[in-house]
């Protein structure tokens, strides 16, 4: 089975490379979409602005060399045509063929939703490096309630399609004039603008459809754009839109639930010897998550040129992601029971103890058992919906460029962003009779095989003999309101050619408000259950080499119905959950460009001013909360030097020293994110203060052919104010309980840490329309301060979070007038996702393969074919605890996606 799944893949990836004598290479932008020369590519490239008169793979890739090439920093550059001829779906899949760059396919440790959300620099945590939108702040909110909760810097890129990009920079580097918040560098999305465009009246439409191999869905896809500009080139109106739904069906098994320690007068350790403090699988077993994702939006940009001195731009964003889902959970809790008490028969329980977990786990029912087995369940099924799972993202901005003289230019932004997270969420819980059973563990790269007798039909009993729920209603407003001003005064010197000066002012607030849901007396009725909506977990099951197939389940319309027929979410408001966070900041800075023939750079200083205001509920009394206050004030000085020598006409060595800042994640400084069931979880720490890192780059790049190059980086990153996870015992309001519980928390802490690496990278045009291109990073990251309650102070486990050893992209691409394909496989190594009281989850190494094919049909018309996630990818992730061997995690299959289009210009 598994050999024909390593098979298939690459077989349809040449299916669709074979296909492409019928389907066509298209562009990504709106305008010229024949192949131009690389002249062209050179021309346009001394121009301002992301340039959209440059079409076609090889002159694309032109087009970004250049840029690359000719920066005074270390900058990796992403033009509109690399996205068009790649199945990128949304920015963050263009971001991850860069070197030095790492996604993820979630915002935390949710597990992965088939479409990359979550970019970061160099192998550190997402929070360390900065977004914006043509050199602005932007907000995002998630759809998911622990990344609504626990987050507010990191920005989700599932709310910005790639039809957005003129061009995006990744900024590895740093200098005075970029806008502070990315210790690990700043990644730039800059849109087309209306007077870029060469005709008078532009547009172009995209029209297609999805196929999501899970669920067996076909979706629509569409964006378009109409552009506008006067003949005087003096006004442009620019509209872009888009509509994008994909229905997701996620087969999974998920381990990782609860593993805890085994009792000492439990069962288990009765029946086992050796195992008692040793590991066992608390709760774990399938899980099916179903939802459907509509990303809608647009972006309409105006710009007016009263004289040829000023340029005035004007643009508006809207973006909005509706997510309604439910992961559907058939937990096995026999290890819950016969291992956290005592009671049960041992000579009902046998299983077998290696490495300090208990890796398998059998148990029978005994004759006339009666009130014993009563009090125990086999296993919980439970409902997790959310019928109402949105995030969104808007801004408003203006810029402003004045020449005053031919020595002086003076520019400016003034706009606001915001950004919302929303999601009600409800379970139906059901706790099943017990019917014995257990489960086999074959080591972490593979999954648990369960046995849970009379999983194949409903039933209810044991624990408790009523259906329960809980939930509740978050929601979280980011918002930011920002000025700043900039100038540039060019000089009659030598070796300084111009200074960079400027202000910026900004007032950031984060709110999240949390309601409890409340359920009706009528819930606990049988009596109500849904009953007509009972139906079986799908057979795709078997991609992941576990069972699971077939079990029961609630469809999600049933559930939904149930949930407010017997519920609201006009319940007890969760104060222990709410905050509000308000930072205003104020930075300066001045940078000196300088260069003579053969190099150039630049040094500058940036001052900042950070206040944080912490507004977090606290218990004051029993059952009573109040509002405290947390004040910090931090001004910072980050100095930064820039060089790049032309050591031959051909090669190009760079150096940078610079000292950056993040600020910590919002949701970290306030946020609390409980486990009711497993009693534990993550509170925030209003007193975390800022991440700093110093850092030192050195490269060389050798451009050894026309659209070729190969080139090398070494990084070093030493961070102060690294955030860990420290451990701590706190009371709560336990929802399920329905009182309140001492919990087992982690809680951030600041400790130090350091990041060091290799970027390799190689591209290369080949004769007859062919190219390749390949990059490799190697990065070390891990803690240094061993803070005492940690897992690198107490366990030794200094991993930092988010670092992946190895991470690799290869790829080749062939074009002509008609017809192009691409085709590209992407990897990155394990890496920890994050800790808690109960051990570390390591997310195993996973690669994608996607390709791209089309074909030009007439002048206007291009039809196109893209495949991702072509290999249907294994997410994988490992469960690390001291004192025992790796445990088995989380298992997920999203499937494959294959898009059709067709595209159209005029």
């Excluded at 250049?66 to 996205?83: G, L, Y």
Aim: with cysteine.
């Amino acid at each position: 089975m598994k050999r024909n799944l390593t098979v298939k893949p690459i077989a349809v990836a040449v299916a669709m490379l074979m296909a492409g004598a019928s389907f066509s290479a298209y562009a990504q932008n709106a305008v010229e979409k024949e192949v131009k020369p690389a002249a062209a590519a050179d021309a346009a490239d001394g121009a301002e602005g992301p340039q959209v008169v440059v079409t076609g793979i090889r002159a694309s890739l032109q087009q970004s060399l250049n840029q690359k090439r000719n920066s005074d920093s270390f900058i990796e550059v992403i033009t509109a045509e690399d996205v068009g001829k790649m199945p990128d779906k949304n920015i963050a899949d263009s971001l991850q063929r860069i070197p030095g760059v790492s996604v993820a396919a979630a915002g935390g440790n949710e597990g992965s939703f088939g479409e990359n959300d979550r970019v970061a620099l160099r192998g550190t945590p997402f929070g360390l490096t900065l977004t914006t939108f043509n050199g602005h702040s932007v907000s995002s909110g998630d759809w998911f309630a622990d990344n609504i909760i626990g987050g507010g810097r990191s920005v989700s890129f599932s709310l910005f399609p790639s039809e957005l990009i003129g061009r995006v920079t990744v900024h590895k580097g740093s200098q005075a004039n970029l806008l502070e918040g990315g210790a690990e560098g700043v990644i730039d999305i800059e849109s087309r603008k209306p007077l870029d465009f060469k005709k008078p009246f532009s547009g172009q439409v995209s029209l297609g459809g999805v196929y999501s191999s899970n669920s067996g869905k076909k979706d629509p896809q569409f964006s378009g754009m109409l552009n506008w500009k006067n003949d005087t080139n003096t006004l442009g109106v620019m509209l872009q839109g888009f509509y994008q739904k994909r229905s997701l069906s996620r087969v999974g098994q998920e381990n990782g639930v609860w593993y805890d320690e085994v009792k000492p007068d439990s069962a288990v350790a009765g029946a086992i010897p050796g195992s008692a403090g040793g590991r066992v699988n608390y709760m774990g077993g399938t899980a099916w998550f179903e939802q459907v994702r509509t990303r809608k939006g647009g972006l309409l940009d105006v710009q007016v040129k009263p004289s040829s001195d000023l340029m005035l731009d004007f643009s508006l964003f809207h973006s909005e992601l509706d997510a309604p889902n439910i992961n559907h959970n058939f937990i096995q809790t026999v290890g819950l029971e016969t291992g956290s008490k005592g009671g049960y028969p041992v000579g009902n329980v046998n299983g077998t103890y290696r490495g300090g977990i208990v890796t398998g786990l059998h148990t029978t029912v005994p004759a006339n058992c009666g009130t014993i087995c009563d009090g125990y369940s086999s296993a919980v099924q439970e409902e997790f919906s959310r019928p109402v799972a949105e995030s969104k993202s808007d801004f408003f901005n203006v810029d402003a460029k004045y020449r005053v003289n031919d020595r002086l230019t003076v520019s400016g932004k003034v706009g606001t962003t915001k950004g919302v997270g929303n999601t009600q969420s409800g379970a139906l819980g059901i706790w099943m009779p017990w019917t014995g059973g257990g489960y086999t563990q074959n080591g972490a790269d593979h999954g648990v095989i369960y046995d849970t007798p009379g999983a194949d039909k409903f039933s209810m009993g044991g624990r408790q003999a009523t259906p329960y729920t809980y939930g509740s209603h978050v929601t979280a407003n980011d918002k930011e309101t920002y000025g700043q001003v900039d100038a540039i005064l060019k000089l009659d010197h030598t070796v300084i050619n111009s200074i960079e000066f400027g202000a910026r002012v900004a007032e950031h607030k984060r709110d999240l408000r949390s309601i409890a849901i409340n359920d009706y007396a009528s819930l606990s009725n049988p009596a109500n259950l849904p009953m007509n909506g009972l139906t079986s977990f799908p057979g795709k099951f078997n991609d992941l080499g576990v069972n699971g197939a077939g079990y029961w389940t609630f469809s999600q319309d049933s559930v939904n119905q149930w949930l407010k027929a017997n519920s609201d979410y006009n319940g007890k408001e969760q104060f222990q959950s709410e905050f509000q966070i308000k930072e205003p900041t104020q930075a300066l800075y001045a940078m000196a460009n300088f260069g003579s023939e053969g190099f150039s750079g630049n040094f500058g200083l940036r001052y900042v001013r950070t206040k944080e205001d912490v507004n977090r509920y606290e218990i004051t009394a029993p059952e009573q909360y109040g509002l405290k206050n947390y004040t910090s004030i931090y001004n910072d000085f980050l100095p930064s030097a820039n060089l790049r020598l032309d050591v031959t006409k051909d090669i190009v060595g760079r150096f940078g020293i610079s000292r950056t800042m993040a600020r910590p994640e919002l949701g970290m400084m306030a946020g609390l994110d409980l486990r009711d069931n497993q009693l534990d979880g993550n509170v925030g720490n209003p007193n975390l203060r800022p991440i700093y890192a110093n850092n030192a780059d050195i490269g060389v790049e050798w451009y050894f052919a026309p659209k070729s190059m190969l080139s090398a980086d070494l990084f070093y990153s030493s961070l102060d104010g690294y955030v860990t996870y420290g451990k701590s015992k706190t009371t709560f309001y336990n929802q399920l309980q329905k009182k309140y519980t001492e919990y087992d928390t982690s809680t951030p802490l600041n400790t130090t840490g350091e990041v060091r690496g290799l970027e390799l990278a190689y591209v290369q045009a080949l004769p007859n329309g062919f190219g390749v291109n390949a990059n490799y990073t190697y990065t070390d990251g891990k803690e240094t301060g061993k803070v005492a309650g940690s897992t690198c102070g107490d366990q030794g486990d200094c991993t930092m979070i988010g670092t992946s050893k190895n991470a690799y992209n290869i790829g080749a691409f062939f074009e002509n007038a008609k017809f192009s394909a691409r085709l590209t496989y992407s990897y990155r190594s394990e890496f920890l996702n994050g800790t808690s009281r109960r051990g570390a989850a390591y997310q195993a190494g996973i690669g994608t393969l996607s390709a791209s094919i089309a074909y030009q049909l007439t002048e206007n018309l291009a039809i196109t074919l893209d495949g991702k996630d072509l290999n249907n990818p294994l997410s994988r992730s490992v469960v690390k605890t001291p004192g025992s061997d790796d445990m088995p995690g989380a298992f997920y299959k999203n499937g494959r996606q294959i898009y059709l289009a067709l595209q159209g210009k005029m």
